[in-house]
């Protein structure tokens, strides 16, 4: 094996990630097996090095591991149109949009909750009222229910 050899721990301090993530990566299939030392140990090249700096910026800006996968499967075929990769970030945006704008309705609504809050006793409490209340008819957004957030 020519060029940088890396140990599993090398691989995670320079790309931020855990070992284990590292390993079940490996098993996941994400990420190729290195070759082995006599003694057992994982070593990695370059191309892993790379490989795992792509997967860790494609995990950090919120892509599903599926979407990773599918950019990894793109970019081992640079001669191909980026017209895949680029509907991949396009749905992948929309939901960060949907998301910004649910986030942005809750933060509304918390402001709306806190700023009524009388800092009385509980029993007048808007806070407990407003969570309590199951019809969300106090809400301004009917949008913040089940939002998996």
């Known amino acids: 094996m020519s060029g940088a ?3 599993i721990g090398d691989l995670a301090r320079q790309t931020g990630t855990k070992v284990e993530t590292i390993r079940w990566y490996e098993r996941d299939g994400i990420m190729p097996a290195p070759v082995r030392t006599a003694g057992g140990h994982r070593v990695y090249t370059q191309a892993h090095l790379d490989r795992l700096a792509f997967i860790r910026h494609a995990r950090e800006l919120g892509f599903p591991l599926e979407d990773v996968r599918e950019l990894l499967r793109l970019a081992d075929k640079p001669e191909r149109p980026c017209a895949e990769a680029d509907a991949i970030a396009r749905v992948h945006l929309e939901a960060v949009r949907s998301r910004i704008a649910r986030l942005q309705a809750l933060e509304a609504e918390l402001v709306r909750m806190v700023a009524a809050c009388g800092h009385g006793r509980v029993a007048e409490c808007r806070v407990i009222e407003v969570l309590a209340d199951q019809s969300h008819a106090h809400c301004l957004h009917d949008g913040h ?5």
């Open 5 to 7: 050899a890396y140990a």
């Open 145 to 149: 229910g089940g939002t998996g957030l």
